[in-house]
């Protein structure tokens, strides 16, 4: 029996300590008596310190302490507290202990002191080995630093997505003890590299290979998180992963935007690096990816809003819906990639959808936008339905734009009355919540733009009919003024002739004048109410309405001969009178002062002329005038020739003019015979 087994035998109380430390349960326990000599260690001890109970009953604790590796300063404070216990200046104390026992170890000691029941008092210190807490609190003290600085940086307006990326990458490769940390894009079957981390120099920005034989094959065809803690053995030395690039491990998680696949968050070392991942550091990871998918999905939604706001600008340039269509067709492909789109508008007098505009690639892969009837298909039914549809498989859909084409899904964007957009999608690319969402708020944009479009072509035609109305107005002006002037006058100087001589003569000419000037303003705001009165025909003395206007025109120098029994005509006397007057003042006022003026009958007897011994005038107004009822003729000829021309086709005269080699000539064709007087 060793010295130990004697100790405890032949000490009073060893039953007694046995017990307590039975009942503690813990790692392993001693006793040291108040000089510091072990006097007792339990089978667990000796287990854990790898040593046996006779190298350690009856040394020191120094000697034992030093036996373990324990350092200077650790056996200070044991000293001490041993020395404070024995003293009764504390009652217990725990320590803990860093130690080398085939690995490192973290000790928790507690000791304290027990009086025996001789009254002798003894310091029991019972152990717990608590590397794999200390681990887990270490372990849970790195989450919490990592998942902090992911914060701080995802939080830190002033960093750009690539910034961002590039410092979570070094922070998760420092979290993980790895050295390459990558994101990567995936496109058609190719994986290239965005942000990357480390020197291995296939894993650098802009880098790229066939997703086969790539170790994120596996990462996308799950659905959760990859971790290769031995990629050599799970993949094979022979794979094509492994042989490229040579990684003993790998951890990865996929990065997606709304339900789209973006690429992929990882983590990997060199061939010789074998790594365990724990819960905690995989749960870190997916977060990570997660956090990428996040960033990646607001970048988006921010360039996305970013480009509807440039479209805006732009649709608020297009003056037609056609080139309303143009931008919406083009912006369907520039921000959604959605490059086979076409446009309808609909024709609300035809009941039809009438294609406005298309790509280059829709007309190349399914030809060129049919015109669509009422109940045509799915198109009619979007349009009908004014929502916003997304149909992920058409494959076997009778009724579907893009009929004869590989692409499966559609999605149709209507434009409330005005049309719908349609596009159809190919490869890969899938149609998300995102894009939804955005399209709506295309939809929306192109829709305000063709209604705007609409509103300005109604102004414009309104405006045009304004022009209108006011050029027929200043016309209306121009003439009642020009006419009316005529009477005025001659009622003006038969006043004054009156004034002077008293005669009833005279007041019976300003009576009549006057008298004219009602029938006048009768008749023009007839024609101002657009209810202008036919042509009221008489027998009328051609050389009495000569002689009236004559009087009317101010004529100064002037003078005018008539040719004797000029005879009678059919014809309405105001329009008549208003004629002559407008002839005989357009003589007066382009001839010199002492112009002659001359009427007569036309050597068939089947009209008359009025002719004077002016200038004549240029090629230009006599084609003109000889251009009855052309649109332009007012501005050409002036207010009053125009009147001429107007009163000639009320009757159904014809009207000639040329200039002679005695002056200015008009000629009227009645296409009857002037009636001789008798």
């Given at each position: 029996?060793?010295?130990?087994?004697?100790?405890?035998?032949?000490?009073?109380?060893?039953?007694?300590?046995?017990?307590?430390?039975?009942?503690?349960?813990?790692?392993?326990?001693?006793?040291?008596?108040?000089?510091?000599?072990?006097?007792?260690?339990?089978?667990?001890?000796c287990?854990?310190?790898g040593?046996?109970?006779?190298?350690?009953?009856?040394?020191?604790?120094?000697?034992?302490?030093?036996?373990?590796?324990?350092?200077?300063?650790?056996?200070?404070?044991?000293?001490?507290?041993?020395s404070d216990?024995?003293?009764?200046?504390?009652?217990?104390?725990?320590?803990?202990?860093?130690?080398?026992?085939?690995?490192?170890?973290?000790?928790d000691?507690?000791?304290?002191?027990?009086?025996?029941?001789?009254?002798?008092?003894?310091?029991?210190?019972?152990?717990?080995?608590?590397?794999?807490?200390?681990?887990?609190?270490e372990?849970?003290?790195?989450?919490?630093?990592?998942?902090?600085?992911?914060?701080?940086?995802?939080?830190?307006?002033s960093?750009?997505?690539d910034?961002?990326?590039?410092?979570?990458?070094?922070a998760?490769?420092?979290?993980?003890?790895?050295?390459?940390?990558?994101?990567?894009?995936?496109?058609?079957?190719?994986?290239?590299?965005?942000?990357?981390?480390?020197?291995?120099?296939?894993?650098?920005?802009?880098?790229?290979?066939?997703?086969?034989?790539?170790?994120?094959?596996?990462?996308?065809?799950?659905?959760?998180?990859?971790?290769?803690?031995?990629?050599?053995?799970e993949?094979?030395?022979?794979?094509?992963?492994?042989?490229?690039?040579?990684?003993?491990?790998?951890?990865?998680?996929?990065?997606?935007?709304?339900?789209?696949?973006?690429?992929?968050?990882?983590?990997?070392?060199?061939?010789?690096?074998?790594?365990?991942?724990?819960?905690?550091?995989?749960?870190?990871?997916?977060?990570?990816?997660?956090?990428?998918?996040?960033?990646?999905?607001?970048?988006?939604?921010?360039?996305?809003?970013?480009?509807?706001?440039?479209?805006?600008?732009?649709?608020?340039?297009?003056?037609?819906?056609?080139?309303?269509?143009?931008?919406?067709?083009?912006v369907?492909?520039?921000?959604?990639?959605?490059?086979?789109?076409?446009?309808?508008?609909?024709?609300?007098?035809?009941?039809?959808?009438?294609?406005?505009?298309?790509?280059?690639?829709?007309?190349?892969?399914?030809?060129?936008?049919?015109?669509?009837?009422?109940?045509?298909?799915?198109?009619?039914?979007?349009?009908?339905?004014?929502?916003?549809?997304h149909?992920?498989?058409?494959t076997?859909?009778?009724?579907?734009?893009?009929?004869?084409?590989?692409?499966?899904?559609?999605?149709?964007?209507?434009?409330?009355?005005?049309?719908v957009?349609?596009?159809?999608?190919?490869?890969?690319?899938?149609i998300?919540?995102?894009?939804i969402?955005?399209?709506q708020?295309?939809?929306?944009?192109?829709?305000e733009?063709?209604?705007?479009?609409?509103?300005e072509?109604?102004?414009a035609?309104?405006?045009?009919?304004?022009?209108?109305?006011?050029?027929?107005?200043?016309?209306?002006?121009?003439?009642a003024?020009?006419?009316?002037?005529?009477?005025?006058?001659?009622?003006?100087?038969?006043?004054?002739?009156?004034?002077?001589?008293?005669?009833?003569?005279?007041?019976?000419r300003?009576?009549?004048?006057?008298?004219?000037?009602?029938?006048?303003?009768?008749?023009?705001?007839?024609?101002?109410?657009?209810?202008?009165?036919?042509?009221?025909?008489?027998?009328?003395?051609l050389?009495?309405?000569?002689?009236?206007?004559?009087?009317?025109?101010?004529?100064?120098?002037?003078?005018?001969?008539?040719?004797?029994?000029?005879?009678?005509?059919q014809?309405?006397?105001?329009?008549?009178?208003?004629?002559?007057?407008?002839l005989?003042?357009?003589?007066?006022?382009?001839?010199?002062?002492?112009?002659?003026?001359?009427?007569?009958?036309?050597?068939?007897?089947?009209g008359?002329?009025?002719?004077?011994?002016?200038?004549?005038l240029?090629?230009?107004?006599?084609?003109?005038?000889?251009?009855?009822?052309?649109?332009?003729?007012?501005?050409?000829?002036?207010?009053?020739?125009?009147?001429?021309?107007?009163?000639?086709?009320?009757?159904?005269?014809?009207?000639?003019?040329?200039?002679?080699?005695?002056?200015?000539?008009?000629?009227?064709?009645t296409?009857?015979?002037?009636?001789?007087?008798?």
């Amino acid at each position: 029996m060793d010295a130990g087994d004697n100790a405890a035998k032949d000490t009073p109380t060893g039953s007694s300590y046995y017990r307590a430390i039975v009942e503690t349960g813990l790692d392993g326990a001693f006793v040291v008596d108040p000089d510091g000599v072990i006097i007792y260690v339990d089978d667990s001890l000796c287990s854990l310190l790898g040593r046996d109970r006779n190298e350690l009953v009856g040394t020191t604790f120094e000697t034992a302490a030093k036996s373990v590796l324990v350092g200077p300063e650790a056996y200070d404070r044991f000293a001490t507290t041993i020395s404070d216990i024995s003293d009764g200046d504390v009652a217990s104390r725990t320590l803990s202990f860093d130690v080398d026992l085939e690995g490192s170890h973290v000790l928790d000691i507690k000791v304290a002191r027990h009086t025996r029941e001789d009254g002798a008092a003894n310091i029991v210190g019972v152990v717990r080995d608590v590397t794999e807490r200390e681990r887990r609190a270490e372990a849970a003290e790195q989450d919490q630093e990592v998942l902090a600085k992911l914060y701080e940086i995802s939080g830190d307006a002033s960093l750009t997505f690539d910034e961002k990326a590039e410092r979570i990458l070094a922070a998760g490769c420092a979290y993980l003890d790895l050295p390459y940390g990558f994101l990567t894009r995936i496109e058609d079957d190719v994986q290239q590299m965005v942000h990357t981390v480390g020197d291995h120099k296939l894993l650098q920005t802009g880098e790229s290979v066939p997703v086969e034989q790539s170790y994120c094959r596996r990462t996308i065809k799950t659905g959760g998180l990859v971790g290769m803690e031995d990629a050599r053995a799970e993949l094979g030395a022979d794979d094509p992963a492994y042989e490229r690039f040579e990684l003993g491990c790998y951890i990865g998680t996929k990065v997606v935007i709304g339900e789209n696949l973006y690429g992929t968050f990882c983590f990997a070392g060199p061939k010789d690096q074998n790594q365990r991942f724990t819960p905690s550091q995989r749960e870190v990871v997916k977060l990570l990816g997660q956090w990428s998918s996040y960033e990646l999905e607001r970048q988006q939604v921010e360039a996305r809003l970013r480009g509807l706001h440039r479209t805006s600008q732009r649709l608020l340039l297009a003056e037609t819906t056609a080139e309303v269509a143009e931008t919406a067709v083009q912006v369907a492909t520039e921000l959604f990639a959605l490059p086979m789109t076409a446009c309808w508008e609909y024709d609300s007098d035809a009941d039809l959808l009438c294609p406005l505009a298309e790509t280059d690639e829709a007309v190349e892969r399914v030809g060129e936008t049919p015109t669509i009837d009422r109940g045509g298909g799915l198109i009619w039914e979007s349009f009908d339905d004014d929502e916003t549809r997304h149909y992920d498989d058409l494959t076997d859909r009778p009724g579907r734009y893009s009929q004869g084409t590989d692409a499966r899904a559609e999605v149709h964007v209507p434009l409330g009355t005005h049309g719908v957009i349609v596009s159809a999608v190919s490869g890969s690319r899938t149609i998300d919540t995102v894009d939804i969402e955005s399209l709506q708020l295309f939809g929306i944009l192109v829709r305000e733009a063709m209604a705007g479009v609409k509103r300005e072509e109604r102004l414009a035609e309104r405006g045009e009919v304004l022009q209108e109305q006011n050029a027929r107005l200043e016309k209306f002006v121009d003439v009642a003024a020009h006419d009316l002037r005529n009477p005025l006058t001659g009622a003006i100087g038969w006043l004054e002739i009156a004034r002077q001589s008293d005669e009833a003569e005279a007041y019976d000419r300003v009576e009549r004048s006057l008298e004219r000037m009602d029938d006048l303003v009768g008749e023009l705001l007839s024609m101002a109410r657009g209810d202008r009165q036919p042509t009221k025909r008489r027998p009328v003395s051609l050389q009495s309405m000569v002689e009236e206007a004559w009087d009317y025109t101010d004529a100064g120098e002037a003078t005018l001969s008539v040719e004797s029994r000029l005879g009678e005509i059919q014809a309405d006397e105001m329009r008549l009178l208003q004629l002559f007057g407008n002839l005989f003042r357009n003589s007066i006022e382009h001839c010199p002062d002492d112009v002659a003026v001359e009427v007569g009958r036309l050597p068939n007897g089947a009209g008359f002329y009025v002719a004077d011994d002016g200038p004549g005038l240029t090629e230009d107004l006599l084609v003109s005038l000889n251009d009855i009822g052309a649109e332009d003729q007012a501005t050409a000829i002036g207010i009053g020739l125009m009147s001429v021309t107007d009163i000639i086709i009320g009757h159904g005269w014809d009207l000639s003019v040329a200039n002679t080699d005695r002056g200015l000539r008009f000629e009227v064709r009645t296409g009857e015979q002037l009636t001789r007087p008798k």
